[in-house]
């Protein structure tokens, strides 16, 4: 097994008819899409088809649920309208033979110590109801790293789920993960550490790990902005986190993962960056 590279969604720069987008990805040898379901986990049939289709070619296919999941609110309702949009979003993976179910833990919480702690053990318990309930077949959680302070989902937050959580693996966004943290990935051993506390802590878990990796504008409160793949900070400093850290890091650690480029309105750009550095390095 290697590492597998592309995108979220569909890049601006690709301007063809949606049957001709795997073939442009091909052409920059990627093999990985992130489907956004950004308002809710639908699908024409033509696209469902198409999707069953580009695995056949080798393509690896994940889902990236709304952004209104929101399983840790102290509002129930909001909670249980959750489950029912995930719910979904597991038939429908199962539906096109996806796996890997990406979502945002969310906000909803009380931002305290013992509020957060709460609505991740909210979390937890609602995810072992939803697969003991439903039959998930070969389809896991990957709850994402959150870009704002704020926000559920830093590293040890995403790591008690994981480990609470049978079917849940960690999706490590490395831009929200610097940028919730105000800038902490400044070198290649502080992604190290990072990634090795990550390894040691879930073990198991962390050979399916999920990324996603580009640079990012961040404030006081977290994230602000996904950076265009190449362009500096607003204060003309190079965006991080940096991305040849990061692919060098897949080899020294021996990481096999599937890596998504966010990367704003260049998407391809990034993915085929980091993929072209990975096999110069293999
Ligand atoms: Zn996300």
């Known amino acids: 097994m290697i590492a597998k ?6 890049p601006v720069n690709y301007k063809g008819k949606m049957e001709g987008f795997f073939d442009w990805l091909k052409s920059m040898n990627l093999n990985a899409y992130e489907v956004q379901c950004n308002f809710g ?5 033509k696209t469902k088809q198409m999707l ?11 889902i990236h649920g709304p952004y209104y999941i929101n399983l840790g609110s102290v509002n129930s309702d909001v909670a249980e309208r959750s489950v029912d949009i995930l719910q979904k979003g597991i038939e429908l993976a199962k539906e096109i033979n996806c796996t890997r179910i990406i979502f945002h833990p969310g906000g909803g919480h009380e931002n305290t110590e013992q509020g957060r702690k709460e609505a991740i053990d909210r979390i937890v318990n609602y995810l072992n109801t939803i697969s003991s309930n439903i039959d998930m077949k070969d389809v896991k959680f990957y709850p994402e790293i959150g870009g704002k302070t704020a926000n559920l989902g830093s590293l040890d937050e995403i790591i008690e789920i994981c480990k609470k959580c049978d079917k849940a693996y960690p999706c490590i966004d490395i831009a929200h993960l610097h940028a919730r943290e105000n800038g902490s990935i400044k070198s290649k051993e502080i992604l190290r550490s990072k990634l090795q506390y990550l390894q040691q802590q879930i073990p198991e878990k962390f050979k399916q790990i999920h990324f996603h990796a580009y640079t990012i504008n961040y404030g006081e409160k977290g994230e602000i902005k996904h950076l265009v793949h190449g362009e500096n900070m607003p204060n003309g400093e190079v965006g991080l986190p940096n991305l040849d850290w990061f692919v060098e890091l897949l080899h020294e650690m021996n990481i096999e993962p599937w890596v998504i480029s966010e990367a704003h309105d260049s998407q391809e750009l990034g993915a085929k960056y980091m993929r072209d550095k990975y096999f110069e390095n293999a």
Do not use: D, P
Request: charged residues 20%.
């Open 52 to 62: 069953l289709e580009s695995q056949k070619q080798g393509f690896y296919i994940s």
């Open 5 to 10: 590279f592309g995108v979220a969604g569909i």
């Open 41 to 45: 986990f639908r699908m024409s049939e």
